[in-house]
């Protein structure tokens, strides 16, 4: 709610949306609207080419890549790292001001520890462990307040990967583990006491609505993963929320029970929840009876635009296998649907309702080619909107996969994938990637920058015109937001695999970006491309700065 | 004795044979999926390619088993049973060219529960309850978070069970809220402290002079057990025992 003086001035001139962030960098996407917008622009395209690094922090703890988001507030920066370490540091020097130490995995970790952020709110940073628990760290002095199990990671076979996210007077956080045999959920907690509020379970359970999508027993280990970070919007005081891709991933003969509305609900939806009570408000299933792990876990990206002459709330949403959704974000009204690949062959298309059409599954016995591959037609890394050009901003991948089902009986925590992937290039061509930038409600593709291997960093856009992002191979580098010209680029010296951000302390604008190889992701790599198997690990923040006056 | 060597021999080279066949099986459901190794063990996905590495047996045998800590990598040996296990590895063995040496694994010796016990683990652990499961708070056979002392005295019936507080409970009064507190550790900057107004309990630290304590609270077991019958209880009950049991 720091926000609020920032708004309340902008509120005064105009009853616009306001999703820009400004000196600070309050929540994961920005603003809880998932913008990635900042509207500073001392730093433009004009004289971005100035830019130059200020300081560098290294946190030493390199496992599976630096993959997280910085919040900033108040001049202090708040990192977190894939082994659940965090560490509070001045904005304007990378001064450590303190660091909380958790104990590093001594047992497996499903997946992988990975870690894409912490929250900041009520006086605390909120982390959320690779073993499920979320802890509340006192802002200022780097002690903990509470911890609470949020479920016991060697029965679920889950782990907590999103950052979680600050609404009102309660934190909610999802988790991953829908590769896994398990039950997805997302739950709220109280930020004074770290009680739980609520918690919403992704599959219904029985006498519930939408239980009759599922055959059997099936809904009791059917994914439905929460693992990435969800929007709010304070006017209508809901919480939107990505689900991931039912369980067994490639295998739905278990799971499809053929009845009711949708299939293996609410997987591949995005969820609209009262914030106050975790009840569904509305929900639309991108992709009824998933069997490609096209999960819709992704960013809801909350915009207010005019569709056909008339202004409307509009929640944007891109899942993995490729296509992005318009939706009204009041009823859940489809209002539109378009590719942002170019390779799609799991599916000839969208109806005008938004169903898909000419659907190709996967098989048992015989392996098939699928565009995308499992890691989606854009990773989970954030796209960003930016209000002054009007588009939305995307990194986009050309990979495929040879995939076959396999039919696998659930053992509860345990891999529930029911397919086998070989992750390959397209029939057009090697694997590849493109940032694009896009009219968000007609699909129209403004300009397209390409890119020789995959893009896994997310996107920042700043009033300034300037749109940041970083490559594997360690470039961090900025394009013209109107044309997606190259203006700038520095190498930090390891691939990117995290999110950028932007501030201000002091009159002065910063930009700061986590840089650090690994992921599973980054583990293909040395097959699609051979000479990317020397990429070294890393884990620093590098800070960017124009030269200041003398 | 070359006859009868070879005699030996044979069923042994069959057996093998067998074996990673069954291996294979086991591998292509449980390492060759989605995110981890790739089908045969060969490359393209996420995980390391296996075959043709010129790994140990050891190093095979050790990694399937431990697991490699802090990744994805899990411990095998805590999964499978040992018959699977053995044929996994003497698997991922025939893709570095390795002979296995032993196809014939030992019996497994098997800690059977009965009927009532192993019904009683099931409820226990059960994650369809959420955080109304034994296992929120309680942790047996290392699973389980245990924020409770471990089980020392099982009562006798569900009844009991139901009355039971647990022991050395506490009443907490900090910033104005009272609520039932297991205390954890009070030292001289702080104290830490289970708070158990609902499950899962929350692990709260205080500042020592913020939080007065009271012992005793009106916590009892019933409130937080809704969600099981007198029948599950008694199982339960008997899953506890058997635990215990040496």
Excluded at chain 1, 87 to 108: E, N, S, V
Excluded at chain 1, 403 to 421: K, M, Q
Excluded at chain 2, 152 to 173: G, S, V
Aim: proline fraction near 6%; glycine fraction near 12%; include cysteine.
């Amino acid at each position: 709610m720091r926000i609020l003086p920032a708004l309340l001035v902008f509120a005064g001139a105009a009853l616009a949306q306001d999703g820009a962030t400004r000196a600070d960098w309050n929540y994961h996407g920005g603003t809880q609207y998932a913008w990635r917008y900042s509207a500073l622009d001392q730093i433009n395209r004009n004289n971005v080419s100035k830019l130059a690094p200020v300081w560098a922090f290294q946190t030493g703890d390199y496992e599976m890549g630096l993959q997280s988001t910085p919040i900033v507030i108040g001049g202090k920066l708040y990192l977190s790292t894939s082994r659940s370490q965090v560490f509070a540091l001045d904005a304007a020097t990378g001064r450590l001001i303190w660091q909380f130490k958790y104990p590093l995995p001594r047992a497996t970790v499903p997946y992988g520890p990975q870690n894409r952020g912490i929250a900041v709110g009520g006086g605390y940073v909120l982390l959320a462990t690779y073993d499920d628990y979320l802890i509340a760290i006192d802002e200022n002095t780097g002690q903990e307040a509470w911890r609470v199990s949020l479920d016991d990671m060697r029965q679920c076979g889950c782990t907590v990967t999103g950052a979680p996210l600050v609404v009102k007077d309660k934190v909610i956080v999802g988790g991953a583990g829908g590769d896994s045999a398990h039950r997805g959920y997302l739950t709220a907690i109280y930020l004074k006491t770290g009680r739980v509020a609520w918690r919403f379970y992704t599959i219904p359970g029985p006498g519930e609505k939408g239980h009759e999508t599922w055959k059997g027993d099936s809904w009791k280990f059917g994914g439905g993963a929460t693992w990435m970070t969800g929007s709010f919007d304070p006017a209508l005081n809901l919480v939107y929320w990505g689900v991931g891709n039912a369980a067994a991933d490639n295998d739905a003969r278990a799971r499809y029970s053929g009845v009711g509305e949708g299939a293996n609900l609410y997987t591949a939806s995005v969820v609209a929840l009262d914030a106050d009570t975790g009840k569904l408000k509305w929900y639309h299933q991108e992709i009824p009876k998933d069997v490609w792990d096209f999960d819709s876990s992704y960013e809801c990206v909350l915009i207010d635009r005019e569709v056909r002459g008339q202004m409307r709330k509009l929640l944007v949403h891109i899942n993995k296998g490729g296509y992005a959704f318009v939706l009204d974000r009041v009823t859940g009204e489809y209002i539109n649907g378009y590719p942002i690949v170019d390779n799609h062959n799991w599916t000839t298309g969208l109806t005008e309702d938004g169903k898909f059409v000419g659907r190709v599954e996967p098989v048992e016995g015989k392996t098939t080619l699928f565009c995308p591959s499992p890691f989606g037609g854009k990773s989970w890394n954030e796209t960003t909107y930016s209000p002054r050009t009007g588009f939305l901003y995307t990194p986009t991948l050309e990979v495929c996969a040879d995939e076959a089902a396999v039919s696998e009986e659930p053992h509860e925590g345990r891999n529930f994938i029911g397919g086998t992937w070989k992750f390959t290039n397209t029939p057009s061509g090697p694997a590849h990637s493109h940032l694009d930038a896009y009219d968000p409600v007609t699909g129209k593709r403004q300009w397209s920058y390409p890119y020789k291997y995959m893009l896994l960093a997310s996107l920042l856009a700043t009033g300034g015109d300037v749109l940041f992002t970083g490559d594997p191979e360690g470039f961090f580098f900025a394009l013209d937001a109107r044309t997606g010209t190259k203006l700038w680029s520095f190498q930090t010296g390891s691939g990117h695999r995290g999110s950028s951000v932007t501030y201000m302390v002091n009159g002065r604008q910063y930009v700061a970006t986590p840089s650090g190889w690994g992921s599973l992701a980054s583990g293909s790599f040395p097959d699609l491309w051979p000479e990317t198997a020397t990429f070294r690990g890393g884990s620093t923040l590098t800070v960017f700065a124009l030269p200041e006056a003398r | 004795m070359t006859r009868l060597a070879l005699v030996c021999l044979l069923p042994a080279l069959a057996g093998a044979q067998d074996m990673i066949g069954r291996g294979a099986d086991i591998f292509a459901k449980s390492c060759a999926t989605g995110y981890c190794h790739g089908p045969k063990g060969g490359s393209g996905s996420t995980a390391p390619r296996l075959a043709a590495r010129g790994f140990s047996e050891d190093y095979i045998s050790q990694t399937i088993r431990r697991g490699v800590p802090g990744t994805a990598m899990p411990a095998f040996g805590d999964i499978l049973p040992r018959e699977q296990l053995a044929a996994v590895i003497a698997y991922v063995d025939s893709l570095n060219g390795i002979t296995p040496r032993n196809p014939q694994p030992e019996a497994e010796p098997e800690k059977k529960l009965p009927p009532e016990a192993a019904q009683g683990r099931e409820l226990f652990f059960d994650s369809l309850r959420g955080f109304g499961r034994c296992s929120t708070c309680h942790q047996v056979d290392g699973f389980g978070i245990p924020v409770a002392s471990p089980i020392a005295k099982i009562p006798a019936d569900a009844a009991a069970l139901r009355q039971l507080a647990t022991p050395e409970i506490h009443t907490a009064t900090a910033n104005g809220e009272t609520f039932p507190a297991l205390i954890v550790s009070q030292g001289k900057n702080q104290t830490k402290l289970y708070d158990l107004t609902s499950p899962p309990p929350v692990l709260r630290t205080f500042a020592p002079a913020v939080v007065t304590l009271k012992e005793g609270s009106d916590w009892r077991h019933a409130g937080v057990l809704p969600a099981y019958s007198d029948a599950e209880l008694q199982n339960i009950l008997a899953f506890l025992r058997a635990a215990a049991a040496p």
